[in-house]
């Protein structure tokens, strides 16, 4: 395939376009994983969202 | 599953875990069909092969504003409606919307260069882009400043909103304007005036980046609600300690 005089600047959008792209995906992924585990260590502390709200209700006693 | 449904954060990653590897294999195709596309697409007869530039510019110039657009809904969606997951869809569009603009201007600045013999130029079409660009990253810092998800979801939608008027300006800045920037060539009034066998990868590639934008949106819609989860847990264990 042959690009031109103008080369360079064709393969050099192509290069940033998915550098950037890659970027993207690599930081969503990366992303996901760290909340998964977060909320892994969490639930290995035995914090969950059941247990946050199995909490016992507090009734005040009338005086 | 009714729509209403989607306002329940538990339903909706749900739903982005079954829907995310479909989308994944779209993108993948589209990308395939519109890179070979842009493959055979012949030489411009001004430009030569600098035309190729074409259908990485202009899919990622047309997101630059449809992303600030969705953002523009989503705000009104946290302003009005209060709907519990208008703020996360506006959060996690806005670095996508910044990275998409960056592209736009790069490569049109690449794309600038051999064909205007500048990288750049302070003309209308270009400067309301770089506007939108640092309303990006403004919309971005303002996320990163306001500790409390709802008081910055707040805010980051009324300067969203406030964004919202550059749209019309980038849109039709070349035809208010004298701009070296080219007045528009595909949504115009009488249609398109690219040829068919450029105008079809163009349109390929427009296809694959938006189902681009779409995948890692819902991909980072579902990471920001996972976030917040963790947040309120660790918020409740702080309580219980105190």
């Known amino acids: 395939m042959d ?3 103008h080369a360079d600047f064709i393969v050099g959008a192509y290069i940033i376009a998915t550098a950037v792209v890659a970027g993207l995906v690599v930081w969503v992924t990366a992303d996901h994983a760290a909340q998964k585990r977060a909320l892994a260590e969490l639930e290995r502390r035995g914090i969950t969202r059941r247990s946050a709200e199995s909490r016992p209700l507090q009734i005040k006693e009338p005086a | 599953m009714a729509l209403i449904d989607l306002a329940n954060p538990t339903r909706f990653v749900a739903l982005v875990e079954r829907v995310l590897p479909w989308l ?28 190729k530039i074409m259908f990485i ?34 959060k996690c569009a806005a670095p996508l919307g910044a990275a998409f603009t960056f592209l736009a201007l ?83 009034m009488g249609g398109p005036t690219i040829d068919w066998s450029m105008l079809m990868p163009l349109v390929v590639m427009a296809i694959a980046f938006t189902l681009l934008f779409i995948s890692l949106h819902l991909a980072a819609m579902r990471n920001e609600i996972l976030r917040r989860r963790v947040r309120t847990l660790m918020l409740t264990q702080a309580e219980r300690a105190a």
């Open chain 2, 106 to 188: 790069a490569t049109g600045s690449l794309w600038g260069r051999p064909m205007w013999g500048t990288y750049w130029v302070w003309d209308a079409r270009l400067t309301s882009e770089l506007v939108l660009f640092i309303m990006y990253l403004a919309v971005i810092a303002l996320w990163r400043t306001v500790d409390d998800p709802t008081r910055a979801g707040r805010a980051a939608a009324i300067l969203t909103l406030v964004g919202a008027i550059n749209l019309p300006i980038i849109k039709f800045s070349v035809d208010w304007w004298n701009t070296l920037h080219q007045p528009a060539s595909v949504f115009r």
């Open chain 1, 3 to 5: 690009l031109g005089p």
């Open chain 2, 57 to 90: 510019h202009v899919p990622n110039a047309w997101l630059s504003m449809f992303v600030w657009a969705t953002m523009s809904a989503a705000a009104l969606g946290t302003l009005v409606w209060r709907h519990p997951l208008a703020d996360v869809a506006a």
């Open chain 2, 24 to 51: 994944v294999a779209a993108t993948v195709i589209a990308f395939a069909f519109g890179l070979w596309g842009t493959y055979l697409a012949p030489d411009d007869y001004q430009q030569g092969a600098t035309v």
